[in-house]
């Protein structure tokens, strides 16, 4: 006659006899995640400080002013082409929302008109999602 377990697996074994195994009326687990959170809690950093100074002094700027410049400038292009351009250039089917670059957006390039794609987000998603596809269409090319 063979011996029927109450376990149908090992690991259930496992979990039966850690919640069996108690500390101040609490299953281990719970206590040592207990004790994790109390350590953590004491734990404090202290805010991080430079030694030195800033050589320019004040801030470091997020964009430098040529970039404020040019982004200034795409603001204004990129609201002009998107007027002109209403409807997606790969499906034809939904209103463009967004401009891609087909040469990327690097240095100079982020207002050459010539290399911009009039793309509502799914298209653009796309593009960026199977560039073999992409530049196999031309909806990406070559920098």
């Known amino acids: 006659m063979a011996l029927h377990s109450p376990f149908p697996s090992y690991r259930n074994k496992q979990k039966f006899?850690?919640?069996?195994?108690?500390?101040?009326?609490?299953?281990?687990?719970s206590f040592?995640?207990?004790l994790l959170l109390s350590i953590i809690k004491k734990m404090k950093r202290s805010p991080l400080k430079r030694k030195t100074p800033l050589k320019r002094g004040g801030k470091l700027r997020r964009v430098s002013a040529?970039?404020?410049?040019?982004?200034?400038?795409?603001r204004d292009v990129r609201e002009k082409f998107l007027g002109n351009n209403p409807v997606c250039q790969v499906c034809g089917g939904k209103m463009a929302s967004q401009v891609h670059?087909?040469?990327?957006?690097f240095g100079d390039r982020l207002n050459?008109?010539?290399?911009?794609?009039?793309v509502c987000?799914?298209?653009?998603?796309?593009?960026?999602?199977?560039p073999a596809w992409a530049y196999a269409k031309d909806y990406l090319v070559k920098r």
């Open 17 to 29: 006899w850690a919640n069996q195994i108690r500390l101040d009326g609490r299953p281990l687990h």
């Open 32 to 34: 040592l995640y207990l």
């Open 66 to 74: 040529k970039r404020k410049g040019q982004n200034e400038v795409y």
């Open 101 to 105: 670059h087909r040469r990327g957006r």
């Open 112 to 118: 050459e008109v010539e290399f911009f794609l009039a």
């Open 121 to 130: 987000f799914e298209c653009h998603h796309r593009i960026h999602m199977n």
